[in-house]
Every structure is written in C-alpha cells, then in structure tokens.
C-alpha cells in the first residue's frame, strides 16, 4: 500500500506531465523507426514497454525510456546484415540480457571511464548520421534506392544521396520540411518561452499533416501520396492488432553476428542510459540519486521484452527526460502514464496517425541531429584545446562515415584519446632543474609519483644530455611506483655511463626493494668529502649552497 500511495502522491502533476511527454514521444518513436528501417509499429512497441514496464522498475523517478536516435547507426547496420528484423530482434534481446548482467556486474559506473571527448564525438557523429539519412524523406525523394545510403543498409553517410537527390525532390515535402525546422528553432528562443508547454514536435506534426491537406484542395503537385506519409497498419480486429507484433526467430541465436550486434547494443544503450541518468539527477529539483546498476537492470529487462514482442532497443532518453521535468513531473507516474496513452493511440487510432507526413517527422529528426552536432559544441570543444578537440572531432567524422560506422569510429576516438594521454605521461616524469656554477653544473631530477616505461625515453635523453663532469641528484623520495626498465636505465647511468664521463651522481630516497645503491644524507657526504680538502672548502661551500637552494624549492617541469 506504502508503494501505490508514494506512485500518486503527486498524480495530478505527473498525469499533465506525461501528457506532454506522450506528445513529444508519438513523433520521436515513428521518427526513429522511420531512420532505422524498421517497422514503425517496433518504435512505438518500444516507447510502451519503455514507458510501462521501465517506468515502473527503474529506480529513477523522472527518467523517460524509449528508442532512441543514438543506436539508430547500429540498427541499420545489424539490420542490413541480419536481413531480417526477426533475426534482429534476437539481438535486442541478447543486448537486454547483457545489460541485467552488467547490473549484477556492478557496471553502473561504467560511464564514468569514457573520455567526455569521445562521447561528445560519438553523439555528434551520430547526429551528423541521422541528417544525412533523413534528407530522402525530407524532401521527398523517390528516385532509385541504391541512390539512398540508409535503404542499402550503410550505417552513415552517402554523400550519392546528393548527387541523385535533386532530379526526384518534391516541392510539397521540401516545404513541410523546412517550415517544421523553423518551427523547432522558433521554439527555442525566449520570444516563445509563453508557447514552450506546447510540444514543437506535436506542432510540426500538425501543421506538417494539416499542410499537406491543404495541398491536396488547392494545388494538387504539392501533394504528397501515400508513399510519403506514416504508414502504420490499420487493424479492424484485436487480432489484427496483435498481428502487428513481430515475434523472434529463435533460430538467430546461433547467428554469431547476432550475438555480436547485442553486445554493442548492450554497450551502446548502457553507456547513454548511465549519461541520461546522471544528467536527469542533476536536473531533479528534488535532487535525488538513481543507482546505475539498478537501472541497467531495469533498462535490460525492458530491452528482453521489447526484442520479445517486435520493439526497437531502448535506452534512457535526455529529450524526454528533460521535457518531463519541464513539465513538472515529480513521480515515474509520469513516464508510466506517457506509455499507456502510447499503447491506448496506437490500438484506437493508427488511421489518423498514416495522415503524418514522413518529411514532417524528418524535420524532428534533422533538428535533433543538429543539436546533437550543434555549430557551438565544435566552438567549445576547439576552445578546450587540441587534447580534446582533435579526439572529438576524429570520433565525429568517423562515426558518420558509412564504411566506419559507430563502433569503429568510437574505437578510432580512444585510440586518439589514449595517444594524448599517453603523450602527456611520457612529458611528466620527474622535475628537471640545472644550475651552473664554476666547478660545472648541479642537475636535480625529482622524480614523479609514477614513473611507467613510458617514460624511458625521455629519461633516457636526459642522462645523455647531462655535462661530463657535472654533478647529478636522482630523487625518488615521492615515487610511489617506478617501472622495472627506467630502474634498469638508471641503474646503468649511475653504474657504467656516470663513472665513465666523470660524473657525480647521488642517489635519494629508493626503496629498499629496488636494489639501488644509495647513502644515508648522500646530498652532504658529498660535500663533506669536498670540504675535507681545505684547498677546496671555498669551492665545497658554494657546491653545499648551491645544493640547499636546489633541495629548497620545487622545479619546473623539465626546465
């Protein structure tokens, strides 16, 4: 009882809320099914179990799931290879299976180690993607299919589509197409801030299929047939109805590609689920937390059941999320009563959803890829510097190039990310200063905290670069690790080189376990031993202070 009171306590906002979310999901679901070549009945079968059974399992209370634009690359690609979506759904149901295991697994944190610079990239490729793959049914393109990179199942862009595209355009689609761009830009500024309860995408579908009427009684060549509109199936019974579900060929599961497209699904929709959930949590004006692990749990079950009865894959989804939190959600209420009026539409009124125009649900998914690669995201990204720059923009261009696609694009982005990094370690392994006196140069190298084989080389180049004759202090009294070769290295200057080039060289703070020969306050014996020549005190006295201003201060950074 505890439990039905806490989920309406606050129905009256939570209804409202999920209303408006219901209206933006409609359009989202067709539209992400449209740029999958998927059925367009499998989106909305993923928007109610995401919104139905996620909702009421996930432990978040204002998240909203559902298919989403970020795997579209990856259900055309398994699609196209698969060939058939009962082969596919397989696969949604393996990534539903991977993912409960990742919840036991403890993986809820797993975002947390992607570089924001390839995630970033990542979702700007894919943005970049689902333009390029929208512009045939934005403009109503019906020439020659091999012309259109998404029809053949390429997973990116084809830049083909724009050498072909012009000779089949139609006026009538190119117009819903750009006035409902306009109206989704509109919508955002703050002249509109009073109009923002109504959703835009609900409003580009209805001007969108409102126009296109008009078309039809007052000029007839702007029009658009049948072809170039929403075609769901209208059943006349229940049992047409449920006919409509695509159910699993069981024999997929012996395909090796099926298991290989459900573990990147799996990786895929968890890596954007755990990002959609943090981002949910800190809008929350409640400010409460979301377990990652509990939700992976709750987001693969979901995955298992939408690959059961012929859904898309499903994942957290930050538009809807945040647009339920605008609304003035408060409780999974509103994601739960989103779902049911999903499943309540498409069981009553599918013959007035086939009136929508593809090109007018293409205008929300060209906007939303936009967003994804807005203009000032590159801005602040170049702004950041090249370190993160270059990794996000590699990433970007990969992704949504047709013969990489999302997966090795992002692989590509780490391999970037981690030649940075690496980079940056080989630059940093100890302090270097150099004092040059009248007896011949003092060089201090204090170590780093860690010191990996990385690192070698570049200490390596400093021994050789050291002055015959000069004098040399290796400190490795903060070093909490040194790899094996640079010991090796060292052991080699201060055994072979040093003695050979008449160098001094002090050794300091080495544990016991490294085997390196060192003395007890090794920086004065040295000078004791100078100064037990008195034609050289004077001399000693300058080394011994010279010594003490070098242990006094702390070093830049290979000086």
Same mark, same amino acid.
């Given at each position: ?35 999958? @070549?998927?059925?367009?009945?499998? $989106? ?6 995401? $919104? ?31 060939? #058939?979506?009962?082969?596919? !759904? ?75 595209? &012009?000779?089949?355009? =139609? ?25 923002? %309860? ?6 580009? !579908? ?8 008009? *078309? ?11 072809? *170039? ?24 599961? %012996? ?10 699904? #799996? ?5 954007? +689920? ?18 990652? @692990? ?12 939408? $690959? ?15 647009? @339920? ?16 009026? %999903?499943?309540?539409? !498409? ?14 649900? #293409? ?23 090249? +370190? ?20 090795? $694009? ?32 003092? &060089? ?27 004098? !040399? ?41 490294? =085997?390196?020969?060192?003395?007890? @306050? ?13 034609? #050289?005190?004077?001399?000693?006295? =300058? ?17």
């Amino acid at each position: 009882m505890a439990e039905k009171k806490s989920l309406f306590a606050y129905a009256k906002k939570d209804i409202v809320s999920g209303l408006i979310v219901f209206l933006i999901a409609l359009p989202l679901c067709l539209g992400i099914a449209q740029a999958s @070549n998927a059925p367009l009945f499998s $989106g909305i079968v993923a928007g109610i179990i995401g $919104g139905i059974v996620i909702g009421y399992l996930s432990k978040s209370q204002l998240s909203v799931s559902g298919p989403a634009a970020g795997l579209v690359s990856i259900v055309v690609g398994a699609l196209a290879e698969l060939q #058939a979506f009962e082969i596919f !759904v397989c696969a949604v149901m393996l990534a539903g299976l991977f993912q409960v295991l990742l919840g036991f697994l403890k993986a809820g944190t797993f975002a947390n180690f992607f570089p924001s610079s390839v995630i970033e990239g990542m979702l700007a490729g894919i943005g970049l993607t689902i333009i390029f793959k929208q512009l045939p049914d934005a403009v109503g393109y019906n020439g020659p299919d091999q012309l259109i990179g998404m029809r053949d199942g390429e997973r990116g862009m084809n830049f083909e589509i724009l050498t072909g595209i &012009t000779d089949h355009i =139609k006026i009538g689609a190119l117009l819903i197409t750009v006035i409902g761009i306009a109206i989704l830009a509109l919508w955002q500024t703050k002249r509109m801030k009073k109009f923002q %309860l109504i959703p835009a995408g609900l409003l580009v !579908v209805l001007i969108g299929t409102f126009l296109n009427m008009l *078309f039809k009684t007052t000029a007839g060549t702007l029009h658009l047939d049948d072809e *170039f509109l929403v075609q769901l199936n209208v059943p006349t019974s229940a049992k047409d109805f449920f006919a409509q579900f695509s159910f699993p060929d069981f024999s997929g599961f %012996l395909n090796p590609k099926v298991w290989q497209f459900g573990a990147i699904i #799996a990786v895929v929709a968890s890596i954007e +689920t755990l990002l959609c959930i943090e981002a949910t949590d800190k809008l929350d004006p409640m400010k409460r937390n979301t377990s990652g @692990n509990a939700e992976l749990k709750a987001q693969g079950i979901g995955n298992m059941l939408s $690959g059961l009865i012929g859904g898309l894959p499903i994942t957290s989804v930050i538009v809807r999320s945040s647009a @339920n939190i605008n609304a003035g959600a408060k409780s999974k209420l509103s994601a739960i009563f989103h779902g049911v009026l %999903l499943l309540t539409c !498409v069981a009553s009124i599918p013959a007035i959803l086939n009136y929508i125009p593809k090109s007018a649900l #293409a205008a929300i998914l060209i906007y939303t890829g936009f967003r994804l690669a807005r203009p000032a995201l590159f801005r602040h990204m170049y702004k950041v510097g090249p +370190t993160e720059f270059i990794p996000f923009v590699v990433t970007a261009v990969a992704v949504a190039l047709p013969f990489l696609g999302l997966l090795k $694009g992002v692989a590509i982005g780490f391999v970037i990310n981690i030649f940075y990094l690496l980079r940056a370690n080989m630059r940093i392994p100890y302090y270097y200063r150099r004092v040059q006196s009248d007896n011949g140069d003092i &060089t201090r190298l204090e170590l780093a905290q860690e010191v990996s084989f990385l690192n070698k080389g570049s200490i390596k180049e400093t021994f050789g670069s050291i002055a015959d004759g000069s004098t !040399v202090i290796i400190d490795a009294s903060k070093s909490e690790y040194i790899d094996y070769d640079v010991l090796e290295e060292i052991r080699e200057f201060h055994d072979v080189q040093a003695p050979n080039r008449n160098i001094t060289v002090s050794l300091v703070g080495f544990r016991n376990d490294y =085997k390196i020969p060192q003395g007890s @306050n090794v920086h004065y014996q040295m000078m004791d031993e100078l100064a037990s020549d008195k034609t #050289a005190k004077t001399s000693a006295g =300058k080394h011994k202070k010279l010594l003490r201003e070098l242990n006094a201060g702390r070093p830049p950074v290979n000086e």
